[in-house]
């Protein structure tokens, strides 16, 4: 069922409207969820609006999956939601995390470092100050951006 849901925005946060929408549930079921699934817990800010952060949309999905598509009862779809979060506790304390995102990592990498190698050659023939002191700047935040990634993918390998 999931694959008929659209696909999650990169974005920080969402609003219960845009959760609904993209877990195709309704803002009051989400509401009771909170009330049921203890690792279901946005953020309140002014006037207690919630805001959902990506993985919660994640597991909001992982829920409606369970209760409507696998036919969980709401405290068999906690416990199953326990166990998932267990087993994903005991992979990283044994050391045996999925490292799904570093052969992406090292592309981005790839990519940052094929665009710096054509600004330096394009900015090479420029005799405009300006649009050089521009390139100059757009290859150091490349260069930051680039050392980030690095790092990030080096972690995840570790």
């Known amino acids: 069922m999931e694959k ?3 696909l999650i925005p990169a974005k920080r946060y969402f ?4 959760v609904s929408e993209l877990c195709g549930v309704k803002p009051h079921v989400l ?8 690792q279901l817990r946005p953020m309140k800010r002014r006037g ?3 805001y959902y952060q990506h993985h919660e949309v994640l597991m909001i999905r992982r829920i409606r999956d369970l209760l409507y598509d696998e036919g969980f009862t709401i405290s068999g779809a906690r416990n199953k939601l326990q166990e998932i979060v267990q087993t994903e506790r005991d992979k990283r304390r044994n050391g045996e995390v999925m490292l799904e995102g570093v052969d992406d990592l090292a592309d981005a990498v790839d990519e940052l470092d ?4 054509a600004s330096e050659f394009e900015g090479a023939d420029s005799s405009n100050s300006s649009a050089s002191l521009g ?8 260069e930051i951006v680039r050392r980030e990634l690095t790092e990030i993918r080096d972690l995840l390998a570790a």
């Open 135 to 142: 390139d100059n700047m757009s290859r150091q935040r490349l």
């Open 48 to 50: 207690n609006r919630r």
């Open 15 to 18: 609003t219960i409207g845009e």
């Open 114 to 117: 094929d665009l710096a190698d």
């Open 4 to 6: 008929d849901l659209p």
């Open 31 to 38: 509401r009771y969820w909170e009330q049921e699934f203890t």
